[in-house]
């Protein structure tokens, strides 16, 4: 059973940072590209970052030069690093896990809570 267990979320003012981990379990790790999305109220879900199986990573136009996405396959985590952190990256944040690279048929966390106050 796939499991992805997102933690690391909280409530930041606006310039700070937070340091995002997914714990994976259930899958092979090291063969998953692995990505992070985010949804705020009334929004679609959208691409953050992602990193594959190389560790070639994209990111979302918003967030390039403020956000970092790396992976450590022995301990089976990804992470993501966000700095400069402004109001309009308050949102849930997921991790996701696919093997083709298409997320949006992959595996999914349940969510941590990102707040940027202005």
């Known amino acids: 059973q796939v499991q992805l267990v997102e933690s690391g979320g909280g409530l930041v003012q606006a310039g700070g940072s937070l340091r995002l981990s997914c714990a994976a379990s259930?899958?092979?790790?090291?063969?998953?590209?692995m990505g992070w999305y985010r949804q705020a109220p009334g929004k679609q879900r959208d691409m953050v970052a992602a990193i594959t199986i190389n560790g070639d990573t994209n990111y979302a136009d918003s967030v390039k030069g403020r956000f970092t996405i790396s992976r450590d396959n022995t301990k089976k985590t990804v992470y993501l690093e966000m700095n400069d952190l402004k109001p309009e990256d308050t949102a849930v944040y997921y991790c996701?896990?696919?093997?083709?690279?298409?997320?949006?048929?992959?595996?999914w966390g349940q969510g941590t809570q990102v707040t940027v106050s202005s």
């Open positions: 996701t896990a696919s093997r083709s690279g298409n997320f949006r048929l992959g595996s």
């Open positions: 259930g899958i092979a790790f090291s063969i998953n590209a």
